[in-house]
């Protein structure tokens, strides 16, 4: 490996820990369409994601090999191939017995255990769309969601049922318990329970072989307006995942892949179930929050050899301690680290190369993206600050506000031409707003960031184009946080901005207006954050809230300046 720095810029070359599996593609003459007409040719109109991601390794002879590893305190558990599919067999008929059909929706939410994984792509097996919500979503959160999608199934525990409001949601008729703890007099199931009652001859002919097009998987996500939105995944995502998995993050027969997302989160399940699985990696999944010390030890522990996480993260560990923590853990074991969904700070890449012995690769996409499509692939060179550059098979361009291209070197959209694998296929009862994603005749899929490109193709992210704020990496609506937090007696009117953070980026800032019965004091304003954390979820809820006597507002259209108030923050 070999560092320069250029001005004020750090620049890694290729490393040669291993052959990349990207290096014998030749990226000029690649063409999607042609992976698509290999993946048609072999499937012949039969698709099934679980299938691809978990039956084929066992049908092919791999089912030995060991597709998850659990870990969580002193429980260690390994779950081959093949005991995955069972697993998920068994689950599929349960699903299809309490009569969900193909094309509808089934919810899940679970902490980071195996079930997490296993209920996700049982739900895709039997056909329906699986909905993971991030474990720590509270009611509100969790009913928007399911509301909108008419969720006809809950595959949750019994710490978790209690945020589901099932009398509230028409649509749902079955809530499965993990575990201990149905309430039977409810109408809940046990989901162990259902398993045992599964014979062989059901389970071996559960998979339902769908059309390409047919959903797979939804992922409520938010943008500057409104409510989240659902983005809906089709079983051709897989295309894009098992090649990205490949080229990205060089996934090899003997890796152990860690990524450290949710599969509630797109990461978490793009990169933390299709492209693993679909790729026959071992997948070490993790329980519980953010601990230095145990993020090390698991790396040691595990041998693990592919890292996938977020500069929150990273920039966590290098807060945590320098060098005399980091070497209390031998991480020799690890050859290839990337990172995704927020800007990566340059300092970070530094300290990685320096202090860990890796070179740090920065991927860009979004929800609706559904895979990577800027990125740091393992034999080229990275530029730290840059996202690195378009995919083989993508073409990315920097438009004006009216949809002309920018030379290089200018600032301004972030587009990427349509027609890439994973591209979501809908956003869920909203063709307008999947529309808007879309706005010069169709051409460009215009992602909202605002970005440039250098002469060496180089991608450079400045910041968004809307009022989205990224905390931790993860995307927040200011919507969705003003709307809780109006729900709080003391609140007339609420503006939410992001304000830039050392450690998570930015954290979401509330701005209020409080009612004249209530006066302001610390003690208040901590209940309306706990308010809003109880009805969304801990990264949601202001950890800033300022009290205003009104809020700035256009004179026309009276709609709230968060510039105005962002440039306050
Ligand atoms: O603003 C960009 C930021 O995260 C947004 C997408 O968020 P989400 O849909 O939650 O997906 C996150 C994980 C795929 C983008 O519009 N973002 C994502 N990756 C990067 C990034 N910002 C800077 N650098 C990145 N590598």
Not at 8 to 27: F, G, P, Q, T, Y
Not at 259 to 283: E, K, M, Q
């Amino acid at each position: 490996m070999s560092s320069i720095t250029s001005g004020e810029r750090l620049i890694l070359a290729s490393e040669h820990k291993e052959k990349a599996n990207i290096e014998s593609v030749d990226a000029t003459s690649f063409h999607w369409n042609d992976e698509f007409d290999q993946w048609r040719a072999r499937l012949q109109g039969k698709w099934n994601a679980a299938y691809e991601c978990i039956d084929r390794h066992v049908d092919e002879g791999r089912g030995d090999r060991v597709a998850m590893i659990y870990v969580n305190d002193d429980i260690h558990e390994e779950i081959t191939y093949r005991q995955l599919k069972n697993e998920t067999d068994r689950f599929a008929v349960v699903i299809k017995a309490k009569g969900i059909k193909r094309g509808e929706r089934v919810f899940t939410l679970l902490p980071k255990t195996p079930n997490a994984y296993i209920t996700v792509l049982a739900i895709i097996k039997a056909g329906a769309v699986a909905g993971p919500l991030f474990e720590a979503f509270q009611e509100d959160a969790i009913f928007e969601r399911m509301y909108n999608c008419d969720a006809k199934m809950i595959i949750t525990d019994a710490q978790l049922k209690s945020r589901v409001p099932s009398n509230k949601l028409p649509a749902l008729e079955h809530v499965l318990i993990d575990g201990e703890g149905a309430d039977k007099e409810a109408g809940e199931y046990h989901l162990q329970e259902e398993l045992e009652s599964v014979s062989k001859e059901s389970a071996a002919q559960v998979t339902e072989w769908v059309d390409e097009n047919e959903g797979m998987i939804i992922h409520y996500t938010s943008g500057s307006t409104g409510q989240p939105k659902g983005v809906l995944h089709s079983h051709r995502a897989i295309v894009q995942q098992k090649k990205t998995g490949e080229w990205v993050l060089d996934l090899k027969e003997n890796d152990v892949y860690w990524c450290t997302s949710h599969p509630g989160w797109v990461t978490g399940s793009s990169y933390g179930i299709f492209a693993p699985f679909l790729n026959g990696a071992t997948s070490l999944i993790n329980t519980g929050r953010f601990d230095a010390n145990e993020w090390y030890s698991y790396i040691e522990r595990f041998n693990v050899t592919v890292w996938y996480s977020a500069p929150t993260a990273f920039r966590m560990l290098k807060a945590a301690g320098g060098q005399e923590l980091i070497e209390r853990y031998n991480l020799s074991s690890l050859r290839h680290v990337l990172s995704v969904g927020e800007p990566l700070n340059p300092e970070i890449v530094k300290w990685g190369y320096e202090q860990l012995n890796v070179r740090i690769h920065d991927t860009w996409w979004m929800t609706e993206t559904g895979a990577q499509l800027i990125v740091n692939l393992p034999n080229q060179t990275i530029k730290a600050g840059s996202m690195g550059r378009p995919l083989p098979g993508i073409t990315v361009a920097i438009l004006d506000e009216s949809g002309n291209q920018l030379p290089r070197g200018l600032v301004g959209q972030l587009a990427v031409r349509k027609g890439w694998p994973s591209m979501m296929r809908e956003i869920w009862k909203n063709e307008e707003k999947y529309r808007s994603y879309f706005p010069y005749d169709g051409e460009w899929y215009v992602s909202g960031d605002l970005a440039y490109q250098d002469e060496e193709g180089f991608v450079f992210f400045q910041s968004r184009n809307d009022d989205m704020i990224n905390s931790s990496g993860e995307r927040i609506g200011p919507f969705e946080v003003e709307s809780a937090l109006i729900t709080h007696d003391a609140v007339i009117e609420a503006a939410v901005v992001g304000k830039a953070d050392e450690l998570r980026g930015e954290i979401v800032k509330g701005f209020v207006v409080l009612h004249p019965d209530y006066e302001e004091s610390p003690a208040l304003l901590e209940e309306i954050r706990l308010h809003v954390r109880g009805k969304l979820a801990a990264h949601a809820a202001p950890r800033e809230i300022e009290v205003l006597k009104e809020l700035p507002k256009t004179r026309i259209s009276g709609k709230i300046m968060r510039r105005l108030l962002k440039e306050q923050a």
